[in-house]
């Protein structure tokens, strides 16, 4: 069965460090969705992207958040600097269209020290 | 902005028995509902989706129900099991976008 793959698992970094997060989506889907999830919440969209474009990308902060799906295939997800407030878990997620249903990665789980 | 809403955050019951979760959310122009499973520390597991056209979903002891003019969802466990412990999460499907309740967190004992 077709998974989306995240890598990697778990990141420990220290704070003003960089981070970035790779997300390889089911084969044949053009959406592409990148959450962050804090301990004890839900998952929170940072941006998604319809094949290499971003269709919403509001809540992602973009003075250290940047994200890129070039190809319109796989994406990378990057922290510059690191802050102790980051620490959470990245989750990825596709689907065929954007009112699809999404099938989630098993997520990255940071964290900054 | 839709928001969704989770009872109970937390629930323990023991094995057999039958239990409800529930989801409302304040927008009732939704395209479709679905729910999770989250085990510890892991990713989301697709559970059922509920299109907006349709009142509920089966697949085996699990079954959603949605009532869109109320902004209410249900989720009943037939015969909870302890491989059923994990947190529940309902999430609202809009125009290309998923908004998602904080869980229910649930524990089945043997």
């Known amino acids: 069965e077709a998974e989306v793959a995240q890598s990697p698992r778990y990141k420990i970094t220290e704070k003003s460090q960089a981070v970035a997060f790779w997300c390889d989506p089911i084969s044949g889907h053009a959406t592409l969705y990148w959450y962050r999830q804090i301990l004890g919440q839900g998952p929170e969209l940072l941006v998604q992207f319809q094949d290499e474009s971003v269709v919403d990308d509001s809540q992602l902060p973009k003075d250290r958040f940047s994200a890129e799906r070039l190809k319109g295939v796989d994406s990378t997800l990057k922290i510059q600097p690191a802050e102790l407030g980051d620490s959470a878990m990245y989750l990825c997620?596709?689907?065929?269209?954007?009112?699809?249903?999404?099938?989630f990665g098993p997520g990255t789980r940071l964290l900054v020290l | 902005k839709q928001e969704v809403t989770q009872i109970p955050a937390a629930l323990s019951v023991p094995e057999g028995e039958n239990l409800v979760l529930n989801c409302s959310f304040t927008d009732s122009a939704i395209y479709n509902l679905q729910w999770f499973r989250q085990d510890p520390g892991k990713g989301l597991t697709s559970l059922l989706l509920i299109q907006s056209s349709q009142r509920e979903q089966t697949s085996g002891r699990l079954n959603a129900s949605l009532d869109k003019s109320s902004g209410r969802s249900t989720l009943y466990i037939a015969a909870s099991q302890p491989g059923d412990s994990a947190t529940y999460l309902c999430?609202?499907?809009?125009?290309?976008?998923?908004?998602f309740g904080t869980g229910t967190r649930l524990l089945v004992s043997p």
């Open positions: 997620a596709s689907s065929l269209l954007g009112s699809q249903p999404q099938y």
């Open positions: 999430a609202v499907g809009g125009f290309q976008k998923l908004v």
